[in-house]
């Protein structure tokens, strides 16, 4: 029996897979600062719980959950209104690891480590019945550990939850410049697929590319599209 699919919700990248991301796997999203890796996580989740009725959870490590919702409002996706239908839900993660306080309803409120992370990331799948889950991003985790828990260990335990949990999930790395697209030197093993993002110079412009790297499970395209970000319809990859 073939794999069930769960369509991106970004036009041009189902295409591309061929149908969709694979249930219940876990993807890399790769690329540089500015290359559009969480608005590309954002659609995922918005068009997820609005199209395909399927929750999901954004757990941010680095940007705080406001200006997560005002960069989404900029495309018009309203994700207070999906959150007050409990279909979307941030899990803020990078108030406790700058030391602030939040108001946040999902947060960890005892400071920053990873099984408090994985157990609130568990409780709100739970709660909201999530589908699909992000983590934005993998460099955050490599903060404040104490004791010998490293960013490889965090990784491998929270790629264990997520497939414990059996939601689709993307979780995001950002690499320097250049071709290097693992950081960790794990990242890309562990998860089941890498989507890699390019901002590049071309004829004294930036254009911005995706590729696909690695996909278990599926047949797809190793070609490179270029894609645009623009405000109604957010990322749209052109075939
Ligand atoms: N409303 C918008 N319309 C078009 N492009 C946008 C919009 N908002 C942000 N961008 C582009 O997206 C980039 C940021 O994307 P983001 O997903 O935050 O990148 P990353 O997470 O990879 O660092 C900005 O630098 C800008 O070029
Ligand atoms: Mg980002």
Known sequence: MADERVKTGVPGL???LHGGLIK???ILVTGCAGTGKTILCTQFLYQGAKKFNEPGILVTLEEMP???RKEASLFKWD?????EQKKFAIIDAASSKAGLPTGEKFALRRGFDVNTLAQEIYRTTKEIGAKRVVIDSIAGLG????GTINIRTAIFRLSALLREINCTSLMTSEVPAGDVFTRYGVEEFIAQGVILLYLE???GELKRSLVVRKMRGTSHSLKRY???INDDKGIVVML
């Open 14 to 16: 189902d295409e591309i």
């Open 24 to 26: 219940g796997h876990n």
């Open 66 to 68: 406001n200006e997560l």
């Open 79 to 83: 994700v207070k209104e999906l959150e």
């Open 143 to 146: 903060m404040q550990f104490e």
């Open 201 to 203: 110079e071309e004829a």
């Open 226 to 228: 270029p894609f645009e």
